[in-house]
């Protein structure tokens, strides 16, 4: 369970910036790499350790109020906001000022019903009325992967259509958080770049927008992305998603038997909000790590990076993301991961 051992560490150095372990003094990791610490602790105890202003950005997924609950627990949508509170809170006093908070979360049915709760609206309006958080930007992921669940009214009354979006909600302590959409370009779509041989005609759309000469313009080096994350932009971003059953993190776990983390996000999601709102160097904590997907992209990105998660077979078993292959392949999908290569681990384990 979460670990409250008080053994000194010596963090190394990432350059000439302090390794973010060093943040936390009073924590031991469970493990460490050259950019980052995984602590098997409570969210609540890494926040409540980390200086006031000391993250660039704060990007996770925690436990949803889910009607079917996961193995690791889930919160009831009656107690969500209340349960969730406390870490946000923490989470606004860690932040620096020009720092962003991006919340992954799910929506839900109601029991018996075929209706939806509104317990993540709830939480939204707290984090911006209570809290004081700023909603920047509200953010999609487009998962078609997910179930057709209830199936009760999804596949065998056939009322409600198959759920294919998750929430990301982007939160900032002020109204302008560092950003820079130039990070994220996707490559030209070939309309695009139809338009952009042919070239447009001046005009007014009915909608009032003007249609100028620039408007198919493709020398900036991509088109900018819109809020919604698709799998297939996971797929152009990395080399595949990172949820797929046979990825290295999954096909390492099996050859050491241990349980593969069941919710996992694709690495595509923090890798968009990564280089979206950080630059090298900075820091990245997610405190409800799980497999610690959040972690491994960001060292792969040369970002420093803090993670937290209370069960330990989750954060053991996420050590495997840092094999160098896995980590130089960005998704972690190779065939490699033998004895020979877990030895070069760049991971100082505790
Ligand atoms: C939705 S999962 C995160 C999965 C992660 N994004 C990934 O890609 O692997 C939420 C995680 O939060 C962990 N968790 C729940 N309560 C926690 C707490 N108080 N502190 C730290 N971790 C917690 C759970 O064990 C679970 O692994």
Redesign the pocket.
């Known amino acids: 369970m979460a670990n409250t051992r008080t053994k000194p560490q010596v963090p190394k150095s990432v350059g000439s910036c302090e390794h973010p372990a060093a943040l936390i003094g009073a924590l031991s990791p469970l493990y460490r790499t050259e950019l980052g610490a995984a602590f098997l602790a409570?969210?609540?105890a890494v926040l409540t350790a980390l200086p006031a202003e000391s993250a660039n950005l704060v990007f996770t997924?925690?436990?949803y109020a889910l009607h079917f609950k996961k193995e690791?627990?889930n919160v009831d949508k009656a107690e969500y906001v209340g349960w969730f509170l406390p870490f946000a809170r923490q989470i606004h006093r860690v932040l620096k000022n020009d720092g962003s908070f991006v919340l992954n979360i799910g929506g839900s049915y109601n029991k018996g019903v075929p209706t939806r709760s509104i317990y993540q609206f709830k939480l939204l309006v707290a984090l911006v009325e209570e809290v004081g958080f700023h909603l920047a930007q509200e953010c999609f992921w487009y998962n078609p992967a997910k179930m057709p669940m209830p199936a009760e009214w999804v596949t065998v009354r056939r009322v409600r259509v198959k759920d294919s979006v998750e929430y990301l909600w982007w939160f900032s302590k002020t109204p302008h958080p560092k950003a820079n959409n130039r990070n994220v370009l996707k490559p030209y779509s070939a309309d695009m770049l139809r338009l952009n041989r042919r070239g447009v005609r001046e005009a007014v759309r009915p909608s009032g927008h003007n249609i100028r000469s620039g408007f198919t313009d493709i020398s900036s080096g991509g088109s900018i992305p819109s809020n919604v994350i698709e799998e297939q932009e996971a797929h152009s971003l990395l080399t595949l998603g990172n949820n797929a059953a046979n990825d290295h993190y999954s096909r390492r776990c099996k050859g050491a038997g241990v349980k593969i983390?069941p919710?996992?996000?694709p690495a595509a999601l923090p890798e968009f909000f990564i280089k979206l709102l950080t630059d090298e160097t900075d820091v990245v904590y997610?405190?409800?790590?799980?497999?610690?997907?959040?972690g491994a992209v960001a060292e792969r990105l040369r970002r420093r990076w803090l993670a937290?998660?209370?069960?330990e077979e989750?954060l053991a078993a996420s050590r495997f993301r840092f094999d160098e292959d896995a980590q130089a392949n960005g998704s972690g999908r190779t065939d490699a991961g033998s004895k020979a290569r877990q030895d070069q681990l760049r991971i100082w384990t505790e």
């Open positions: 409570d969210a609540g997924s925690p436990p690791y627990g983390h919710a996992r996000f997610d405190p409800f790590a799980g497999s610690n997907t959040t937290s998660e209370i069960v989750y």
